[in-house]
């Protein structure tokens, strides 16, 4: 049976397919035809090669479904057999192309151990930075002659736009990370002449979107970050180079638990005008509560540290699932911690609350400086802070992603006092030398 493919490509397109890079990227504008291209490069490859494994990644698995399991089928009819329950199509040359979703930020953990000579991700800024590292570790292949490689179709905007925004169009470059790997196509919806014929209303529809999804999705703009939570945030306003830090500043401390997921724990201290400097980070996974605190209090050294707030949940009973992670049935993470000599206070964990808290902080005060600024060492704040996105339900919240060390800023902030009452407890502070005022109302400790 011949495999008879419909449709040119255009002349994008056909770039995207001529790429050799090791991570080639199609992107920008929305209808410019890069899930078609996509779709198209893979069956050519798997055609072309004998024995291929090939990955083709989407978020969801609707998405999935419209975008490409149907086309597919109705292209490959008669050409390849297709397993339902696997989502793989099988070629006669013994290439296959396996579909899969990751919905959740651990799904792509089921690709552990799995090798792809070719891994093709779908709206790759739907994908987290460590989504996208950990697939790269499974793109490899024993076929002679053939280089592993990644295809990435992409819009600017949600979780991935930094990492695809720093790779491939800012191209800024880490010591691990070959220049030459990267190559980016740039996707107009004006190249796809065949939609435009078809669907004329497309480019108004386009139009017609609110400035700053028409600047993402029409002009595919990378400047512009659709869906950022905190647009506040600007490396360059609260971004500083360590430095020696006073004795006299107060420190604490903040963590966001997790074991499969990471765990954050920062580090604050604050200038006796109440501004916050984050000065430290420690972001491991996998690591148990002994050894977390360990870690904690090797960084930490003979530092003075007032307090340490933690997430609520610590103080719940998790039962046997601690068991394995070497504390007994019936403890909760916290006495855990306690044991290991390192005491926390249970963190203000209201979310809207606590984001407006972060807000409040990161803008500019009287003279220009922000309430809050972190120290350039602590890399995956950095990261984490500007990738948080809106939460489509509930736009007053920030949506689940990779926020474990916003979520330990935020428990930080919430310790603190609200930054428009920070001079009056700037002002009784000053009336109470001994530190001996009582806790706030609400049970947190100002300092
Ligand atoms: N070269 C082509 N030949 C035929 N149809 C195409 C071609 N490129 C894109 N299309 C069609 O144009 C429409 C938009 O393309 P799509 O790949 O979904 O765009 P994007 O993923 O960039 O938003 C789809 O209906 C697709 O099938
Ligand atoms: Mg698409």
């Given at each position: 049976m011949q495999l008879t493919l419909n449709g040119e490509p255009n002349p994008r397109q056909r770039e995207f397919f001529l790429s050799r890079a090791r991570h080639t990227a199609y992107g920008g504008?929305?209808?410019?035809?890069k899930s078609w291209a996509m779709r198209r490069k893979l069956v050519l490859l798997a055609a072309n090669y004998d024995g291929l494994n090939i990955l083709l990644l989407r978020r969801t698995l609707p998405e999935l479904r419209e975008n490409h399991i149907l086309p597919l089928l109705k292209e490959l009819y008669g050409f390849a057999d297709y397993n339902a329950t696997e989502h793989v199509f099988d070629f006669p040359n013994g290439s296959r192309i396996k579909l899969g979703y990751c919905d959740s930020l651990a799904d792509v953990y089921q690709y552990q151990g799995q090798e792809y000579a070719v891994i093709g991700m779908e709206e790759a800024t739907h994908f987290t930075e460590e989504q996208q590292q950990f697939l790269a570790t499974c793109n490899r292949t024993a076929v002679p002659g053939f280089s592993p490689r990644m295809y990435y179709t992409c819009n600017p905007g949600n979780v991935g736009h930094a990492w695809v925004k720093r790779l491939f169009i800012d191209r800024q470059f880490r010591e691990d990370e070959d220049p030459d790997d990267y190559a980016f196509i740039p996707a107009r919806v004006w190249d796809n002449k065949v939609l435009l014929t078809a669907d004329p209303g497309y480019v108004k529809q386009l139009m017609a979107l609110p400035e700053e999804l028409r600047r993402a999705h029409l002009d595919g703009d990378w400047d512009v970050h659709a869906g950022q939570y905190f647009r506040e945030f600007s490396r360059q306003r609260h971004v500083v180079a360590p430095y020696a830090i006073p004795d006299y500043y107060r420190r604490f401390r903040s963590m966001d638990w997790g074991y499969n997921d990471p765990c954050c724990v920062l580090w604050h201290a604050v200038d006796p005008e109440g501004r916050v400097v984050t000065y430290r980070e420690l972001y491991v996974r996998e690591t148990r509560p002994d050894e977390v605190a360990r870690m904690v209090k090797d960084m930490t050294g003979d530092e003075q540290i007032a307090y340490t707030v933690a997430s609520p949940?610590?103080?719940?009973n998790r039962g046997a699932m601690l068991a394995a992670k070497g504390g007994f049935e019936g403890e909760t993470l916290a006495e855990l911690f306690m044991k290991s000599g390192l005491g926390m206070i249970p963190a203000d964990s209201s979310r809207v609350a606590g984001w407006q808290r972060v807000r409040d902080y990161l803008a500019p005060q009287a003279d220009g400086e922000p309430r809050w600024k972190c120290f350039s060492d602590c890399a995956n704040l950095i990261r984490t802070l500007p990738a948080l996105q809106y939460d489509e339900r509930n736009r007053e919240d920030a949506a689940d992603g990779e926020d474990h060390a916003p979520e330990a800023l935020r428990y930080g902030l919430m310790s603190r006092p609200h930054a428009a009452k920070a001079k009056d407890e700037r002002s009784m502070r000053a009336f109470d030398p001994l530190g001996m005022r009582p806790q706030r109302r609400d049970g947190y400790m100002s300092i």
């Amino acid at each position: 049976m011949q495999l008879t493919l419909n449709g040119e490509p255009n002349p994008r397109q056909r770039e995207f397919f001529l790429s050799r890079a090791r991570h080639t990227a199609y992107g920008g504008a929305r209808g410019g035809g890069k899930s078609w291209a996509m779709r198209r490069k893979l069956v050519l490859l798997a055609a072309n090669y004998d024995g291929l494994n090939i990955l083709l990644l989407r978020r969801t698995l609707p998405e999935l479904r419209e975008n490409h399991i149907l086309p597919l089928l109705k292209e490959l009819y008669g050409f390849a057999d297709y397993n339902a329950t696997e989502h793989v199509f099988d070629f006669p040359n013994g290439s296959r192309i396996k579909l899969g979703y990751c919905d959740s930020l651990a799904d792509v953990y089921q690709y552990q151990g799995q090798e792809y000579a070719v891994i093709g991700m779908e709206e790759a800024t739907h994908f987290t930075e460590e989504q996208q590292q950990f697939l790269a570790t499974c793109n490899r292949t024993a076929v002679p002659g053939f280089s592993p490689r990644m295809y990435y179709t992409c819009n600017p905007g949600n979780v991935g736009h930094a990492w695809v925004k720093r790779l491939f169009i800012d191209r800024q470059f880490r010591e691990d990370e070959d220049p030459d790997d990267y190559a980016f196509i740039p996707a107009r919806v004006w190249d796809n002449k065949v939609l435009l014929t078809a669907d004329p209303g497309y480019v108004k529809q386009l139009m017609a979107l609110p400035e700053e999804l028409r600047r993402a999705h029409l002009d595919g703009d990378w400047d512009v970050h659709a869906g950022q939570y905190f647009r506040e945030f600007s490396r360059q306003r609260h971004v500083v180079a360590p430095y020696a830090i006073p004795d006299y500043y107060r420190r604490f401390r903040s963590m966001d638990w997790g074991y499969n997921d990471p765990c954050c724990v920062l580090w604050h201290a604050v200038d006796p005008e109440g501004r916050v400097v984050t000065y430290r980070e420690l972001y491991v996974r996998e690591t148990r509560p002994d050894e977390v605190a360990r870690m904690v209090k090797d960084m930490t050294g003979d530092e003075q540290i007032a307090y340490t707030v933690a997430s609520p949940d610590l103080w719940q009973n998790r039962g046997a699932m601690l068991a394995a992670k070497g504390g007994f049935e019936g403890e909760t993470l916290a006495e855990l911690f306690m044991k290991s000599g390192l005491g926390m206070i249970p963190a203000d964990s209201s979310r809207v609350a606590g984001w407006q808290r972060v807000r409040d902080y990161l803008a500019p005060q009287a003279d220009g400086e922000p309430r809050w600024k972190c120290f350039s060492d602590c890399a995956n704040l950095i990261r984490t802070l500007p990738a948080l996105q809106y939460d489509e339900r509930n736009r007053e919240d920030a949506a689940d992603g990779e926020d474990h060390a916003p979520e330990a800023l935020r428990y930080g902030l919430m310790s603190r006092p609200h930054a428009a009452k920070a001079k009056d407890e700037r002002s009784m502070r000053a009336f109470d030398p001994l530190g001996m005022r009582p806790q706030r109302r609400d049970g947190y400790m100002s300092i």
